[in-house]
């Protein structure tokens, strides 16, 4: 069965960073554009940020200059690494793997609270 599965979120303050991971199994990983959305509550889920199987990426205008998503193929891996956390970066964060022919799958989300 297809799995991703995050990891790396938690508590963090303020101008802080955190590295998220999501570690994909089931599928052709290097097929796939792989994405990062978050949702807060009482609110729709966004992108923040798709990382193509060509390697080309787009970022929400919110976290441009702060966020990074890369992937490593080898491991079936995709990150976001995030620096200069703001409290309104606060959400669950979902992986997403997507390709048209197929659809698209969703890990289960991980919290990322920014806090002082």
């Known amino acids: 069965q297809v799995q991703l599965v995050e990891s790396g979120g938690g508590l963090v303050q303020p101008g ?16 796939y554009a792989m994405g990062w959305y978050r949702q807060a509550p ?45 409290p309104e970066d606060t959400a669950v964060y979902y992986c997403n793997a997507d390709m048209s022919a197929f659809g698209s799958y969703w890990g289960q989300g991980i919290q990322v609270t920014v806090s002082s």
């Open 16 to 31: 802080g960073s955190l590295r998220l991971s999501c570690a994909a199994s089931g599928i052709t990983f290097s097929m």
């Open 42 to 86: 009482g609110k729709q889920r966004e992108l923040v940020a798709i990382i193509t199987s060509g390697g080309s990426k787009n970022y929400a205008d919110s976290v441009k200059g702060r966020f990074t998503i890369s992937r490593d193929n080898a491991k079936n891996t995709v990150y976001l690494q995030m620096h200069n956390l703001k």
